[in-house]
């Protein structure tokens, strides 16, 4: 069973709009969360990253959330560019554990111009 | 920048074969992890190494094996490919324990027939 999931396969928005793309976990033990963001014919490139010891993490026009009551994270991009359109991965490790990453299923996002 | 390299972008092979699948990357990393990306599941760890002739099993290893004789070097080995070990393969790596992200290589698509 997959311990990281992102529901929402595919999201579209306008450009200048915000995007927000969601992930669920439910390892309690997980203590760093990641977004990747994947273009066609590419490897993913890391965007941003959030420790469980804060709820927020902020750099440039994304902004990273995590509820761990919820166990929840999402990925806010404000404003939104055709550029960002890719598919985005969130992931979650236990940082002690070999750097070792669960990675949910991604979500595709289209920003229209 | 660090770099990672896959010998293939693009590989096509027959049921039975065997297939080596080999990552470069050029930052004296330490850790370093193969994937699969399948559509609806994300990106999947087969194998990773943290250190030279060190392996250890992800979360699916079967129909799989590896090998890292050398710090920069770690060989994914399809022993005999099936038709179900079609998907993109990806390579990464990372410096040593705890530090944050994974830098990945841009893929191998691989076709078994």
């Known amino acids: 069973d997959q311990q990281v999931k992102q529901n929402s396969p595919s999201l579209s928005v306008q450009e200048g709009r915000i995007s927000i793309l969601n992930c669920d976990y439910t390892n309690s033990m997980f203590d760093y969360f990641l977004w990747y963001k994947k273009y066609p014919a590419e490897g993913p490139t890391f965007l941003i990253s959030i420790s469980s010891i804060k709820d927020k993490n902020e750099d440039g026009r994304f902004t990273v959330f995590l509820n761990k009551s919820a166990k929840h994270l999402s990925l806010h991009i404000v404003p939104s560019q055709p550029g960002d359109s890719a598919v985005y991965f969130c992931?979650?490790?236990?940082?002690?554990?070999?750097?070792?990453?669960?990675f949910g299923s991604g979500t595709k996002l289209n920003v229209k111009p | 920048d660090v770099k990672v390299t896959q010998s293939s972008r693009y590989l096509v092979k027959r049921t039975g074969e065997k297939v080596f699948l080999e990552c470069v990357q050029d930052?004296?990393?330490?850790?370093m992890f193969w994937y699969r990306q399948d559509p609806g599941l994300g990106l999947r760890l087969i194998y990773f190494?943290?250190?030279?002739?060190?392996?250890e099993k992800g979360d699916i290893p079967e129909g799989y094996s590896v090998s890292r004789e050398k710090k920069e070097r770690f060989s994914l080995i399809l022993e005999s490919a099936s038709t179900n070990q079609t998907s993109m393969y990806l390579c990464?790596?990372?410096?040593?324990?705890?530090?944050?992200?994974?830098?990945f290589g841009p893929g191998t698509r691989l076709t078994v027939t």
């Open positions: 990464a790596s990372s410096p040593i324990l705890g530090v944050d992200e994974q830098y």
């Open positions: 992931a979650a490790s236990v940082r002690r554990n070999f750097n070792k990453f669960y």
């Open positions: 930052m004296d990393h330490e850790n």
């Open positions: 190494s943290y250190d030279v002739k060190m392996k």
